[in-house]
């Protein structure tokens, strides 16, 4: 039963265009939505958070929009950079019981 | 580097065999979490520990179990391994129970011939 969802398995983006990244999620009781990103060969790395009070927070280039209503989650990027070019992991996590995540979105940042 | 400390960082054996997956938290985090990673899926919550006790239990297969030790690094027990086991495992902790951000370590990567 997956619980959060990525529909989209990979993104490709100009460079200096936004990316735009969702996700999904079934269980109303989640209280805090995180992003991590994943270079190869490496453990996913956090990139930003938002809290289920909120519907907006933002860090740098890094935006993250959450839609309670609609179960809904995207992550905003601009302007996109080559570096980002990565996997990145949407996450909903009960009272700090159990992060779930979801099965990832490929980005690929064209220079 | 998270501080978050794996090894094997790869294992190759063979089906019906037994593997141990150790982790070492970052200094001073209480809580640890094993994820799993299979090929095309999403990071599946295997289980988690804060401070020597479970705390928190998802898809592990009866055949898979874990611990914390008192020093805080905690090992994961595969045994009676299959071929869909292959996957890459990762740790990660955090300093309490309630905190938003989990500190993953590189993964151990076991495949299973």
């Known amino acids: 039963d997956q619980q959060v969802k990525q529909n989209s398995p990979s993104l490709s983006v100009q460079e200096g265009r936004i990316s735009i990244l969702n996700c999904d999620y079934t269980?109303?009781?989640?209280?805090?939505f995180l992003w991590y990103k994943k270079y190869p060969a490496e453990g996913p790395t956090f990139l930003i958070s938002?809290?289920?009070?909120?519907d907006k927070n933002e860090d740098g280039r890094f935006t993250v929009f959450l839609n309670k209503s609609a179960k809904h989650l995207s992550l905003h990027i601009v302007p996109s950079q080559p570096g980002d070019s990565a996997v990145y992991f949407c996450?909903?996590?009960?009272?700090?019981?159990?992060?779930?995540f979801g099965t990832g979105t490929s980005l690929t940042v064209i220079p | 580097d998270s501080g978050v400390t794996q090894t094997p960082k790869h294992l190759i054996t063979a089906t019906g065999q037994r593997v141990t997956l150790r982790c070492s938290p970052r200094?001073?985090?209480?809580?640890v979490y094993w994820y799993q990673q299979s090929l095309d899926q999403g990071l599946q919550f295997l289980i988690q520990?804060?401070?020597?006790?479970?705390?928190a239990k998802g898809n592990i297969l009866e055949r898979f179990s874990a611990q914390q030790f008192p020093d805080l690094h905690s090992e994961l027990n595969l045994s009676s391994l299959e071929l869909g086991d292959s996957a890459l495992y990762f740790c990660?902790?955090?300093?309490?129970?309630?905190?938003?951000?989990?500190?993953f370590g590189e993964g151990s990567r076991l495949t299973v011939l």
């Open positions: 990660a902790s955090s300093p309490q129970i309630n905190t938003g951000e989990l500190f």
């Open positions: 269980n109303s009781m989640f209280d805090y």
């Open positions: 938002i809290s289920s009070i909120k």
């Open positions: 996450a909903a996590d009960l009272t700090g019981n159990q992060f779930y």
């Open positions: 200094s001073g985090d209480l809580s």
């Open positions: 520990y804060y401070n020597g006790e479970e705390r």
